[in-house]
């Protein structure tokens, strides 16, 4: 009678699982909605619209001039902004992919361990915190995430029905999932793992082998690259500290209690695991899982012993993972309960729902009021300057949409003849030396300065530090100042003559 009710079970659950794949989306794009066009652009998505409003041939200069990373995600972000700019139309790109994510955790979860786990994987996908934060950023993270989770899936699909073509999938996606964020190839070295322990690996090796040839090849230029460019653009990540993992654990689920949820419930799925390891056409399913999990984390912590690498928003990859294998849990715990079952996974989406509402905006920094401020203040003659230079990037994005155009800017005092980012093929412009600005500096009366005072990251020459902030000190005084989280606005003036 047993095995008769639960086979039931899971064709009922069969049944319905198109149609919990639907609500599954709806959910995530309710929570992906919210808020998704309250926050303007900070200096990394700045960076992202800068790159993709150029055309094909300088999207490509900028990756082999400045980062050669998420060049896929600006080649589809070129195409997606020629339909509109604002915040939330860019963001959306993000959105499609991160919720296109949710049914694949979905199938993956019940690829893995059945239809129950596989309709909670996708619900907990969709009210995922962590997920949804970078659903809402104008970066590649979302879309390396959704090809990181389809080539798992796919890979797992090929290793339970055999097939070639899914092989070329997984290699396709996963090549991809590099390219459109370097950090999203940590899923593959669980995959690695995994296959280790799988039973049937020896039948699968040629095929395997030509797949990770594949992905080999097609990554030979990035690899390339990050050999021929060095370190800069990541020089600004501190070492890891002893409470890393505790805060990737809070980012991951979103808040202290559903840490201490998803933590129970993670336990619980890999205390089944000793269960199911006796068949090992089953273990692999778990080493998959929970190296999905655990392994990306602990490479950038090894790798932090050469250099430091460890940054939450590079780890998003490992969201899924949490979401299987808490699934996982609770159709442990529930056993043959469905309403236990249901009961946790609505406690956990109502904690959800209080994270993201408690969260809601004003983690950035005000690019778009500082832009406003200097286009509404600014009088005929007035210079500007950025320091460190980087902030220009977002700076200028925001100033050429609001403040009416070029005639109506300040002089941007610092700038090289023909050094604009799109003149040089940069994302940074070329600027005069520094005694060269303090000379330039004298010509006006007024000068603007916008920048990160915070920041000691300094990816190209920094000509007020070399000379600009010295003449400031000589001749002028600061009369207007303004924070906007992080982002500082200040207005100087000429010091009268006594």
């Known amino acids: 009678m047993e095995g008769t009710f639960l086979r039931g079970r899971a064709e009922a659950l069969e049944r319905r699982f198109g149609a919990a794949l639907a609500c599954q989306v709806l959910v995530g794009t309710l929570m992906v909605a919210f808020t998704i066009d309250h926050e303007p652009f900070w200096r990394d998505e700045a960076a992202s619209v800068s790159v993709a409003s150029r055309g094909v041939a300088g999207i490509l200069e900028v990756l082999r001039e400045t980062d050669g990373n998420m060049g896929f995600y600006y080649l589809l972000l070129h195409l997606w902004m020629l339909a509109g700019t604002s915040e939330a139309w860019v963001r959306a790109l993000s959105a499609v992919f991160a919720l296109a994510t949710i049914p694949v955790v979905a199938l993956l979860g019940r690829r893995l361990f059945g239809a129950g786990a596989g309709v909670l994987a996708g619900f907990l996908a969709a009210s995922n915190m962590f997920l949804i934060v ?279 005092v610092a700038l090289a003849g023909g050094g604009e980012p799109e003149a040089v093929g940069s994302l940074y412009a070329r600027e005069v030396p520094g005694p060269v600005l303090a000379a330039r500096l004298q010509e006006h009366r007024r000068v603007w300065v916008v920048g990160y005072p915070d920041s000691d990251w300094h990816p190209t020459p920094e000509p007020m530090a070399e000379g600009g902030f010295a003449a400031l000190g000589r001749e002028y005084r600061l009369v207007r100042s303004r924070d906007l989280d992080g982002l500082q606005v200040d207005l100087y003036e000429r010091a009268a003559v006594q």
């Open 134 to 412: 970078y659903a809402q950023e104008a970066r590649g993270y979302a879309l390396g995430l959704f090809l990181g989770t389809l080539a798992t899936w796919l890979l797992v699909e090929a290793v339970e029905r055999p097939c070639v073509s899914l092989l070329v999938g997984y290699a396709a996606a996963a090549s991809l999932a590099v390219y459109a964020s370097f950090f999203s190839g940590l899923t593959l070295v669980a995959h690695v793992v995994a296959l280790a322990f799988l039973p049937q690996a020896r039948r699968l090796v040629r095929p395997l082998a030509a797949a990770y040839a594949g992905i080999g090849i097609a990554t030979v230029p990035l690899v390339l690259f990050l050999l021929a460019t060095g370190t800069e653009q990541v020089s600004w990540i501190p070492r890891p500290g002893v409470g890393t993992l505790g805060r990737l654990g809070l980012e991951l689920t979103g808040s202290a209690p559903l840490l201490l949820v998803d933590g129970a419930l993670v336990a619980v799925a890999l205390a089944s695991a000793p269960g199911a390891w006796a068949d090992r056409r089953v273990r692999w399913r778990y080493v998959l899982v929970a190296g999905w999990l655990a392994l990306p984390p602990l490479v950038l912590l090894a790798a932090a012993l050469v250099k430091p690498l460890f940054v939450m928003r590079y780890l998003l990859g490992c969201a899924p993972a949490l979401a299987i294998l808490a699934a996982l849990g609770i159709v442990t715990l529930a056993g043959r309960s469905t309403r236990l079952a249901v009961g946790v996974a609505v406690v956990l989406a109502c904690l959800s729902l209080v994270a993201r509402v408690r969260f809601g905006g004003g983690r950035n920094e005000d690019l778009r009021a500082a832009a406003a401020m200097v286009g509404r203040e600014s009088e005929p003659g007035d210079a500007l300057v950025f320091a460190p230079a980087f902030a220009r990037v977002g700076f200028s994005w925001y100033f050429r949409r609001l403040a009416g155009g070029p005639h109506a800017r300040p002089r941007d």
